[in-house]
């Protein structure tokens, strides 16, 4: 049905499509001929050519992708020892995660309008997600306690759900709602010309599911079982600290402040190593 579902929208889309792009390749011999002192028609002005900030958030975008399907696939394989290999289980976890993006999203465009320097954000927030991950860890390691601290042992199946909810939400939600505010982040950076706000959201959309899906790959075929859960979640942790530092970097105005981000993300970027606790 799903698959049904999809189908019909993207045949949808595809007939408005051709209607719409044959409206919009008229030819000058179809136009009606216009008479001496009319203004001509106008035609659309060629694209700019984007931007360096522009092509580093892209890439940040794509990496970002990747570092987050990462965190995700670990997060999944931990918690099976929690919220157990169900439905339901795995429904409530994507849930979360979807949901700490969204909220992510809300919390930024509260303020959306009034930043200034959104690369610096974008860079600052890849940093958060490092120190995130470690925060994730930490509340892993006593996720049983926590979360029975507040909801006791289940009897029923609502009271199941809610601590699978209640022990999703504690892994996923702090580093998921940082991640959230990337999208955000990114358009303002990529859509500075209006003429090509399609063209340059495309290509973010399309970077991050590249990375996404190469992320979600590469973690489970071989980060996992090279370096097991808890290398790779320092690796990715390790990532998303570099990606803030490169954005930080490329935005500060003096070498000096350009050796302090550097020397600060790589701080950062050591710091997962050693704080992501062995169990």
Known sequence: TAVAVNLGIAAVILIGGVGSREEA???PADLPSQAPGQDTVRT????????????????????????????????TRAMIVHVHNTNYAFTVMLGTFLVGLALGDVLLIRFYDRIQRPLVWLGGSQLLVALSVVLTSIIYASLRTLSLDVVDQPTGFGSAILLVAL?????????????????????????????????????????NTWGAVLGSLATAFLLIPIFGVRGSLALLSGLSAVLGGVCLVATASTPRRRVGWGAASFAVALIPGFAIPTT
């Open 25 to 27: 390749t008229t030819t």
């Open 44 to 75: 659309d002005p060629e694209p700019s050519p984007i931007s360096r900030d522009a092509k580093l958030a892209i890439g940040v975008f794509a990496l970002s992708g990747f570092a987050a399907r990462g965190y995700e696939v670990i997060c």
């Open 167 to 207: 022990r999703a939400g504690l892994v996923l939600l702090p580093s998921t709602l940082i991640l959230g505010i990337s999208f955000p982040l990114v358009a303002r950076i990529v859509c500075n010309d209006l003429g090509g706000v399609s063209r340059s959201l495309g290509r973010a959309y399309a970077a």
